[in-house]
């Protein structure tokens, strides 16, 4: 299947490789090819240039927010949370019309300093606000809980442990479920809250879950919840 995954970060170079991995035509978005290949320094988490990445990822391509999209058989939406929408209008709204798109992005604003906060939150959601602004999208919120690492390789955190699934589309919702079984999560482990305005409260597990990454001092962690199905 072809998957566009939007953000050159280091979840979506993650999700791309799994992707790639499992042997579908991935191309990576971002705003500017050229200026991103160009970067020559680590980013702000010390992880290596994309350009280093790519040349170890060469099947995976580098495109223009909106011809990743037209590409896409299925949109994945990585890009920073405070800047999703200006992304996915750059990949233009017929582009992802019809398509599922899989938002794992935070909306986690840094403009206070550290923590961070979530804006929206509470009473709205970025999975909502994506699917207010292309309705015409399957958008299904997904793995933001996670770290990257654990997203493709959920073994990493020993014993049971669950991911989550909100969105509106029931078949959107079951291609995503079959995409989390490929990367290796049980059936059983993936939890659909029901639909996309459910996606408050995934995204409202992310304060705690930054002072557990803070406490733990490392993202080798999840959550279980016990007497799910």
């Known amino acids: 299947m ?9 979840v979506g170079r993650t999700l ?40 170890a990822h060469p099947a995976v391509q580098l495109e223009p927010f909106e011809e990743a999209a037209a590409h896409g058989e299925a949109v994945v939406n990585t890009t920073s949370g ?7 209008n750059s990949a233009g709204g017929a582009n992802l019309s019809g398509k599922v798109l899989i938002d794992v992005a935070n909306p986690l604003d840094f403009s206070h ?13 970025l999975g909502e606000q994506i699917q207010r602004s292309f309705p015409d999208s399957r958008v299904v919120k997904t793995l933001n809980t996670v770290n990257c690492a654990v997203m493709v390789e959920p073994g990493r955190v020993p014993g049971a442990h669950n991911v989550f699934v909100s969105g ?14 490929s990367f290796g999560w049980p059936a059983g482990s993936v939890i659909d809250l029901g639909g996309i305005e459910t996606a408050r409260g995934a995204e409202m597990l992310l304060p705690i879950w930054l002072r557990l990454f803070g406490l733990l001092g490392h993202a080798d962690f999840n959550f279980h919840i016990q007497g799910a199905r």
Do not use: C, Q
């Not at 791309?16 to 290949?37: F, M, N, Q, W, Y």
């Open 82 to 88: 405070t800047a999703s929408l200006d992304a996915l």
């Open 16 to 55: 791309a490789a799994k992707l790639g991995s499992l042997d579908h035509d991935v191309v990576i978005g971002t705003r500017d090819p050229e200026a991103t290949l160009a970067r020559s320094e680590p980013d702000a988490m010390g992880n290596e240039p994309f350009a280093a990445w790519h040349a």
């Open 168 to 181: 509106d589309d029931s078949g959107a919702k079951r291609h995503v479920t079959e995409l989390l079984v």
């Open 113 to 125: 300093g550290m923590p961070p906060v979530l804006n929206p939150g509470n009473t709205d959601s």
């Open 2 to 10: 072809r998957y566009a995954v939007l953000g050159t970060g280091i």
